[in-house]
């Protein structure tokens, strides 16, 4: 079964960095776009960041440009996503996502219906 499996979360004062790490079951996602989505609590699951199959390209939200990066590793068949200059805002459960394209359209990588596997999420606490 084709799984992910997010690492990295925990507990980080503001200002402070942390890396997120997806790891995927199937070496087919070395050929699927990557994305970072996060859900604070009350609200809905929103895109944090994407990544086409090769790290050609990537997007970001306006919110976390140039404090976030995400990257992969497809030897590893993994997707990470560097945090820093955490705000008390990013506080959330980080999920990662993949979608059987190796790119997406500029209309539709901040989209939750473009990613067909999602992993089960993990809790980045940022206390200010």
């Known amino acids: 079964q084709v799984q992910l499996v997010e690492s990295g979360g925990g507990l980080v004062q503001a200002e402070g960095s942390l890396r997120l790490s997806c790891a995927a079951s199937e070496r087919i996602f070395s050929s699927y776009t990557m994305g970072w989505f996060r859900q604070a609590l009350g609200k809905e699951r929103e895109f944090v960041a994407a990544?086409?199959?090769?790290?050609?390209?990537?997007y970001y939200a306006d919110s976390v440009k140039g404090r976030f990066t995400i990257s992969r590793d497809n030897a590893k068949i993994t997707v990470y996503l560097q945090m820093n200059s955490l705000k008390a805002e990013d506080t959330a459960v980080y999920y990662c996502?993949?979608?059987?394209?190796?790119?997406?359209?500029?209309?539709?990588?901040?989209?939750?219906?473009?990613?067909?596997?999602w992993g089960q999420g993990t809790q980045v606490t940022v206390s200010s």
């Open positions: 990544i086409s199959w090769n790290g050609g390209w990537t």
């Open positions: 996502a993949a979608a059987r394209f190796r790119m997406l359209s500029a209309g539709s990588y901040h989209r939750r219906d473009s990613y067909d596997y």
